[in-house]
């Protein structure tokens, strides 16, 4: 029985398990975005989230922190640098993951996870304008008719 099993073993032992995600939570952070098997994205997802969290308060601690889980100077330094100044006004959900279809070798399920801040596609030119479009509906039938009546009792009084 698996009670309580939340993890995602992906048919590995512990120490196969924690170097796979390790060495995709390097290649995501140096290149941004990474295609792999559904199941081992939302693994990974799991796995790198919290670290990018971490990377957010850059104190010497949680650089050690990160660094027991990656062993990669290279992807903290991108990690605490480029990464941590793109993410500090979101809350969470860094990661996107997109499905891909099917591999044509052994038909897995393929999916490209990608740190959401890094897309020029879905980024931020297109929330910007999305931003400048909305309107807010809150209040705004009250704002009308006041102008409506406004301009009824002027016509008359001239």
Known sequence: ?????KINNLSRTREHRKALLKNLACHLIR???I????AKAKALR???EPLITKSKTNTTHQR?????????KEAIKE???????KVTGRPGGYTRI????????DNAELAMIELVDFNEIYGKGKSETAAAQKKTRRGGGKKK??????????QPAE
């Open 79 to 85: 990690l605490f640098g480029v990464i941590a100044d």
């Open 1 to 5: 029985m698996r009670h309580g099993d």
């Open 64 to 72: 050690r922190v990160v660094f027991s889980y990656l062993q990669d």
């Open 145 to 154: 008719k006041s102008e409506e009546a406004a301009a009824t009792e002027s």
């Open 31 to 33: 290149h941004k975005r």
């Open 98 to 105: 997109i499905k891909l279809g099917r591999r044509l070798g």
């Open 35 to 38: 295609v792999t098997t559904l």
């Open 46 to 48: 799991v796995f790198i």
